[in-house]
């Protein structure tokens, strides 16, 4: 199917090409997140990866599969923006140890529909709850330094925290709820 899609891709077809950035956006961006730890910035190596890829469409050489191949040029614009000079303020070596320990055959990114799944649930959520959950659980601050931000008090955060999981285990089967706990403990989300 990919091989297909990527031989429409290269004669111009923008629906085929559509086709492949709905399939694989939100994939690539977990895993450029699960690297980086920095969801929005994930989001932009991605969607410049695409442009690119578009840009070069009729010059790429795809040798194994397409998806290993996107996976490898995330990997590389992760590389590629490391190594900017404004950059180099970010912990470098801690990000190559995770891209250097994770290869890329046994990323799985089909798994990745369950947390596709959560985010589009965390959408849902009332907008003081949704950005608590986020500030917490996407970029890691603490309920003290939440509630600092917000200008609310803890037990807010709290019960906010407790009513988004909630609503979580209501719609997630068990084994997509403890899956994805699973996947933001060890910095995947």
Request: proline share 2%.
């Amino acid at each position: 199917m990919d091989k297909l899609n990527w031989n429409k891709i290269k004669s111009g077809d923008k629906q085929a090409f559509r086709l492949l950035f709905d399939k694989y956006y939100s994939p690539l961006c977990l895993y450029a997140n699960s690297i980086i730890n920095n969801i929005e910035l994930s989001q932009d190596i991605v969607s410049d990866c695409f442009v690119r890829i578009w840009e070069r469409k009729n010059t790429i050489q795809i040798e194994s599969s397409l998806k290993h191949y996107l996976l490898l040029s995330i990997r590389n614009s992760i590389y590629s923006y490391l190594r900017s000079p404004e950059n180099r303020k970010i912990d470098i070596n801690t990000i190559i140890n995770k891209i250097e320990n994770t290869p890329i055959e046994e990323y799985d990114l089909e798994k990745e529909e369950t947390i596709i799944h959560v985010y589009k649930l965390i959408e849902d959520l009332p907008e003081q709850r949704k950005k608590i959950f986020k500030l917490a659980t996407l970029n890691g601050k603490s309920y003290k330094e939440i509630a600092i931000q917000l200008d609310i008090s803890i037990n807010t955060v709290n019960t906010q925290m407790t009513r988004a999981y909630h609503f979580l285990r209501e719609k997630l089967s068990k084994n997509d709820f403890i899956l994805w706990l699973f996947l933001k403990n060890i910095k995947i989300t």
